[in-house]
């Protein structure tokens, strides 16, 4: 990214009219990022009482506007809807002739390329596909969180420097991603961040139980290197019972999580499995101890104690 200085909004010409069809967590902050580059946010689509108050939060004193208004007004339209919804909107929207020639399209889904504005690009629209790598609370703070961002793009070739430039005028990175890896880079994300909540939620429920007063203050530091230690250094930074092969202490774990949380053994016993895979293959588990840890971590080591003796 270019470091040289940049002139002030205030004396950028509005270049682009910027529109928004589904004001969710996403649309607004993209539009306002995009205002802070000289755009010019000019209509806004919203159907439930949050996402009106999520584009007042955002995008003061623009206008709320049905679907088909917002393209008749803006120059760039971000089409920010949940991915099933996607592929419907875009062909009503060309069916109804509501894409105008020339008009920029962008969807933000991460599943999706380019291809699912074909329908829009046959009327004319110039099809963009850039999707942000990044959670949204649907708050100012998230325009924040845009500054060095990484963004799938996926768009033709030709449009492949106009696609990056938005990029970058939000703040973001441009990662160029291929069409048929769009699933694939998908659930790379989901696998990564959205797990995430689930597995420090459950972490932080079962500390509770413990009687840990605030898991949050004992998690964070914890995660936190974690996290640094992966981004860092991979598999090599596994470290815990499943890596060192104490089946005891996993054994421990699966019983005591039987007993108080019986919901979460399953995908305790899962994650333990792609650990202690990955720990032997990069040669952190012994695999004289390999053995018994996958004993304790076999299929059938989830059924519930009956209290026969098996």
Not at 46 to 67: K, N, Q, T, Y
Not at 111 to 140: E, I, K, N, Q
């Amino acid at each position: 990214m270019s470091t040289s200085p940049q002139p002030e909004p205030k004396d950028r010409p509005a270049r682009l009219g910027v529109g928004v069809v589904g004001a969710g967590r996403v649309g607004p902050a993209l539009a306002a990022a995009l205002q802070l580059a000289g755009h010019r946010p000019v209509a806004v689509s919203g159907v439930s009482d949050a996402s009106r108050r999520r584009a007042a939060l955002l995008l003061p004193d623009v206008p709320l506007m049905s679907p088909a208004q917002v393209l008749q007004r803006a120059d760039l339209v971000l089409l920010t809807v949940p991915d099933d919804t996607l592929p419907g909107l875009v062909e009503g929207l060309a069916e109804t002739g509501a894409v105008r020639p020339g008009q920029l399209l962008v969807h933000t889904s991460g599943r999706y390329g380019a291809r699912v504005l074909d329908p829009a690009l046959r009327a004319g629209a110039l099809p963009l596909a850039l999707h942000p790598a990044m959670t949204f609370t649907g708050t100012p703070v998230d325009v924040q969180r845009l500054a060095g961002c990484s963004f799938g793009v996926t768009a033709p070739e030709e449009l492949r420097l106009a696609a990056e430039a938005l990029v970058i005028e939000m703040g973001g990175e441009p990662e160029w991603i291929s069409e048929e890896s769009r699933p694939l880079y998908h659930a790379a994300l989901a696998l990564g961040a959205n797990h995430l909540v689930t597995l420090v939620a459950e972490s932080m429920e079962l500390l509770r139980a413990a009687g840990v007063e605030a898991p949050d203050r004992m998690l964070g530091p914890l995660l936190g290197a974690a996290l640094d230690n992966a981004l860092r250094s991979g598999d090599a930074a596994l470290t815990g019972p499943v890596a060192r092969g104490d089946a005891g202490t996993v054994a421990a774990h699966v019983a005591e999580l039987r007993k108080h949380a019986p919901q979460t053994v399953a995908g305790y016993l899962a994650m333990a499995r792609a650990t202690a895979d990955r720990a032997l293959a990069h040669g952190l588990l012994k695999p004289e101890l390999a053995e018994d840890l996958l004993g304790v971590l076999a299929d059938d080591a989830t059924l519930p104690d009956d209290g026969s003796d098996r």
